[in-house]
């Protein structure tokens, strides 16, 4: 089974640059979530979407960061401007369903704002 | 408060020795529990769910104390290969769906 892809891997940009990550997750998987990890915590959650919908984008900074999720599959995050506090991983990740089931991470992109 | 907390560490264990972490969570109508294994540079995996009647799983026993509101880890004949953070993850609110992770635990199993 194909696991949960991210691309791309490594992202290097200055502040108030704008930069997009994308997601495909596990095929058939209903739910997709976009963590963000800061160096030394622990995932922190940006946005939920249960197939092409939002369930929760409570911790989403809305005015530098947007996310979508193209007919239930693939997603985007994107970031216009990006602030130095930016730099961290951006992991994606999807599950069967909605709620307390086992999440399936991708390798994440490693963002570094300059 | 932060609404799950756990100890940094690090912990530095010699092989074959036994090692617990705790983890505690501040809002008593959380439902889910889980620990998640994170290695250096990589992406968090599953390692258990924390049944409330605890659960074991090889060398690696999770419980949970909802009248203390803490989700106990113990691994026992400490692997090199254990070294990692262990990260405790909760759904903080119920009903809602939402899963929150800890900062995580480092362990270092040394030779």
């Known amino acids: 089974e194909a696991g949960v892809a991210q691309s791309p891997r490594y992202k290097i940009i200055e502040k108030r640059q704008s930069v997009a990550f994308w997601c495909n997750p596990i095929?058939?998987?209903?739910?997709l979530y976009w963590y963000q990890q800061i160096l030394g915590q622990g995932p922190k959650l940006l946005i939920q979407f249960q197939n092409n919908g939002v369930v929760d984008d409570s911790q989403l900074p809305k005015d530098r960061f947007s996310a979508e999720r193209l007919k239930g599959v693939d997603s985007t995050l994107k970031i216009q401007p990006a602030k130095l506090e930016d730099s961290a991983v951006y992991l994606c990740?999807?599950?069967?369903?909605?709620?307390?089931?086992?999440?399936?991470f991708g390798s994440g992109t490693q963002l570094s704002v300059l | 408060r932060k609404e799950v907390e756990q100890d940094p560490g690090p912990f530095n264990v010699p092989e074959g020795a036994t090692v617990a972490f705790n983890c505690t969570y501040s809002?008593?109508?959380?439902?889910?529990f889980f620990w998640y294994r994170q290695d250096c540079r990589k992406e968090p995996k599953l390692l258990m769910s924390?049944?409330?009647s605890g659960n074991e799983d090889g060398r690696f026993t999770a419980q949970l104390n909802r009248a203390s509101q803490y989700i106990s880890l113990l691994i026992r004949d400490s692997k090199l290969s254990d070294s990692a953070t262990y990260l405790c993850v909760v759904n903080p609110r119920g009903s809602a769906r939402q899963l929150t992770f800890g900062s995580g635990t480092q362990l270092t199993v040394l030779p």
């Open positions: 095929s058939g998987h209903a739910t």
């Open positions: 990740a999807s599950s069967r369903g909605q709620g307390n089931e086992k999440l399936f």
């Open positions: 924390v049944y409330s």
């Open positions: 809002n008593s109508a959380s439902q889910s």
